[in-house]
T-cell receptor, first 116, second 110 residues
Framework: EAGVVQSPRYKIIEKKQPVAFWCNPI?????LYWYLQNLGQGPELLIR????????DSQLPKDRFSAERLKGVDSTLKIQPAELGDSAVYLC??????????????FGEGSRLTVL | GQQVMQIPQYQHVQEGEDFTTYCNSS?????IQWYKQRPGGHPVFLIQ?????EVKKQKRLTFQFGEAKKNSSLHITATQTTDVGTYFC??????????FGPGTSLSVIP
């Protein structure tokens, strides 16, 4: 079974430029998460989807970050414009568990962003 | 705000020694999960604890969930070089949020 697929693995951009990350979750997983991970820290939730609905986006900086999950499968996370402080690894995770229950999160390899 | 803390931040052990990392939440948790992240890798699920006072074992790993459901621990017996990595706890709060701790980085000296 294929795991969570993310692209690109690495991205280097100059500040003020836009960037987008793509995630394909494990087939059949209804819940999809985007996390941000800074070096030496734990993952921080940006947004959680159940199917195509964003059920928790309270931590998403909406002035520059946006996300979508059309058709409830693949998802895209966009940053426009990027700032120096956005340099981090962006992790996508999926879970077969919906609603209030919390099950195992399956993480992708992550997209490492460097903003110059 | 709600926080999940872990100690120690780093631990260096000689191969064969035991290792323990502790996780503490500022609020009562619905459940707690543990993940392992190898250097350069992504977090991989180890286990989930739900019940107050629950203890689970996976070979050399022992996981505990505190009676008050605000703390947890992971103990590794007789560490091996394959145990190297960062161990994260992730607690689910009453507001349905899953909050990761900052992790404990384990180094094993052969």
């Amino acid at each position: 079974e294929a795991g969570v697929v993310q692209s690109p693995r690495y991205k280097i951009i100059e500040k003020k430029q836009p960037v987008a990350f793509w995630c394909n979750p494990i087939s059949g997983h209804n819940t999809l998460y985007w996390y941000l991970q800074n070096l030496g820290q734990g993952p921080e939730l940006l947004i959680r989807y159940e199917n195509e609905e964003a059920v928790d986006d309270s931590q998403l900086p909406k002035d520059r970050f946006s996300a979508e999950r059309l058709k409830g499968v693949d998802s895209t996370l966009k940053i426009q414009p990027a700032e120096l402080g956005d340099s981090a690894v962006y992790l996508c995770a999926s879970s077969p568990v919906r609603g209030a229950r919390t099950g195992e999160l399956f993480f992708g390899e992550g997209s490492r962003l460097t903003v110059l | 705000g709600q926080q999940v803390m872990q100690i120690p931040q780093y631990q260096h052990v000689q191969e064969g020694e035991d290792f323990t990392t502790y996780c503490n939440s500022s609020t009562t948790l619905s459940n707690i999960q543990w993940y392992k992240q190898r250097p350069g890798g992504h977090p991989v699920f180890l286990i989930q604890l739900v019940k107050s006072g629950e203890v689970k074992k996976q070979k050399r790993l022992t996981f505990q969930f505190g009676e008050a459901k605000k703390n947890s621990s992971l103990h590794i017996t007789a560490t091996q070089t394959t145990d190297v990595g960062t161990y994260f706890c992730a607690g689910k709060t009453s507001y349905d949020k899953v909050i990761f701790g900052p992790g404990t980085s384990l180094s094993v000296i052969p």
